[in-house]
């Protein structure tokens, strides 16, 4: 308990103060470091987009850590949550997909790490950084998925009902594309906008794919999840009867792809602050010398 009170009451304000003073000293060293968070939108396009690929509401959150290494390049690591969803409901009147009743949704944890390019190069140290920079970034990344939906009033995982006869996994690697600009707001902070894009190695995002699985029992939760074209009344007759076992559920040649639109707020952080043994930064130890600019 002494030790806990003496780390409250003497260390803790000194690292306060220590932190504080890194800030302070923001006019005579470059910060290389930068951690931002952010949030916005999420879309797909895949079976069940139906020209409506946006999630509702705020769909996704994350948060990233960014090293600027030359004068044009960066690199940053970043860890997103998002949601994704789609909806047969929001076919055209009449048309084939309404028939099919199809729906999911989906709650996705995003991994990734990407190489940034700057169209302009790095403008003295961070402080004197032009007001606005543009960049485009490309990567390897890795996302989970778990399409679900509603029956009955119950949400159902729909992979653990082999709607159309196949397992799959619920993880994919992704080769994520950006395209966004860097605006400054003080010294220490931006405000980011972006745009992403994802090329995925999977068609079911959203449980939809190849063809119509079965035959199941009949009123069974396969059967009835699989094929929800009788919980509507007859649109398109021809359809109707094409939606069987055996029949074409999806488009089995596109994999699914979805995207963000997301502004986040960027902060630089201290040059010390990942100080390892022998007193060089992180970016010292990597690029082998003090400044790469």
């Not at 308990?1 to 103060?17: A, E, G, H, R, W």
């Not at 398109?236 to 055996?246: I, L, R, T």
């Not at 130890?285 to 600019?293: D, F």
Request: proline share 4%.
């Amino acid at each position: 308990m002494k030790k806990f009170l003496f780390t409250l009451i003497f260390v803790f304000p000194l690292s306060v103060v220590c932190l504080a003073q890194s800030f302070m000293g923001w006019e005579y060293n470059d910060r290389f470091f930068s951690a931002y968070i952010g949030a916005g939108r999420a879309g797909y396009f895949g079976e069940l987009t139906n020209g409506k690929p946006l999630a509702g509401g705020l769909s996704m959150v994350n948060l990233g850590v960014e090293a600027r290494l030359l004068s044009r390049v960066a690199a940053r690591v970043q860890v997103s949550r998002y949601r994704l969803e789609g909806s047969d409901t929001n076919a055209a009147d009449s048309s084939a997909h309404q028939q099919r009743n199809l729906s999911f949704s989906s709650n996705n944890l995003e991994f990734m790490l990407q190489g940034m390019y700057f169209f302009k190069r790095y403008n003295g140290m961070y402080h004197k950084r032009r007001n606005y920079e543009p960049y485009v970034a490309v990567g390897i990344g890795y996302t989970t998925f778990n399409p679900t939906a509603d029956l009955d009033g119950e949400t159902y995982t729909l992979s653990e009902y082999k709607t159309e006869n196949k397992e799959y996994g619920k993880s994919t690697l992704v080769i994520p594309l950006n395209i966004g600009v860097k605006a400054k707001l003080n010294e220490f902070m931006n405000l980011n906008f972006d745009l992403g894009y994802r090329i995925t190695f999977t068609d079911y995002l959203d449980d939809v794919s190849s063809l119509y699985g079965g035959p199941f029992a009949d009123g069974s939760l396969q059967s009835r999840l699989s094929n929800r074209k009788d919980e509507i009344p007859v649109v398109n007759e021809e359809a109707y009867e094409q939606y069987v076992p055996g029949m074409l559920r999806g488009d089995p040649n596109n994999n699914d792809k979805y995207f963000f639109i997301n502004f986040s707020l960027e902060i630089y952080l201290p040059r010390d602050i990942f100080k390892s043994r022998g007193g060089k930064t992180r970016k010292e130890k990597i690029i082998g010398k003090p400044s790469a600019y």
